[in-house]
Nanobody, 125 residues
Framework: VQLQASGGGLVQAGGSLRLSCAAS????????MGWFRQAPGKEREFVAG????????TYAEPLKGRFTISRDNAKNTVYLQMNSLKPEDTAVYYC???????????????????WGQGTQVTVSS
């Protein structure tokens, strides 16, 4: 599966953005999906994940309540709604897919086999 992330941009602190990740395959519904981010000089970190049917979501603890992950399997797309953005949310955001058959969300980036190209999110103070 090929993944295409979009929706990043420049936003003021307190603002919102919605990221999208479109998948190339109709079998997208079989993949558990995740969002990760990487800020300059820092390691890639888990943001949120959603199971293949969308019934289970997992969030990085500090982001709970501000970020929401969802998916529309009919559109082969996973979303990340980001509210109340802070300057420390500035990073390149990546969507990723676990291999088919792995139904649980993982916070470990090495458990994801397919990655999108990333979309830049910049939050100004």
């Amino acid at each position: 599966v090929q993944l295409q992330a979009s929706g990043g941009g420049l936003v003021q602190a307190g603002g919102s953005l919605r990221l999208s990740c479109a998948a190339s395959e109709r079998t997208f519904s079989l993949y558990t999906m995740g969002w990760f981010r990487q800020a300059p000089g820092k390691e890639r970190e888990f943001v949120a994940g959603i199971s293949w049917r969308g019934g289970s979501t997992t969030y990085a603890e500090p982001l709970k309540g501000r970020f929401t992950i969802s998916r529309d399997n009919a559109k082969n797309t996973v979303y990340l709604q980001m509210n109340s953005l802070k300057p420390e949310d500035t990073a390149v955001y990546y969507c990723a897919a676990r291999s088919s058959g792995f139904t649980l969300v993982s916070v470990d980036s090495s458990d994801y086999s397919k990655w999108g190209q990333g979309t830049q999110v910049t939050v100004s103070s």
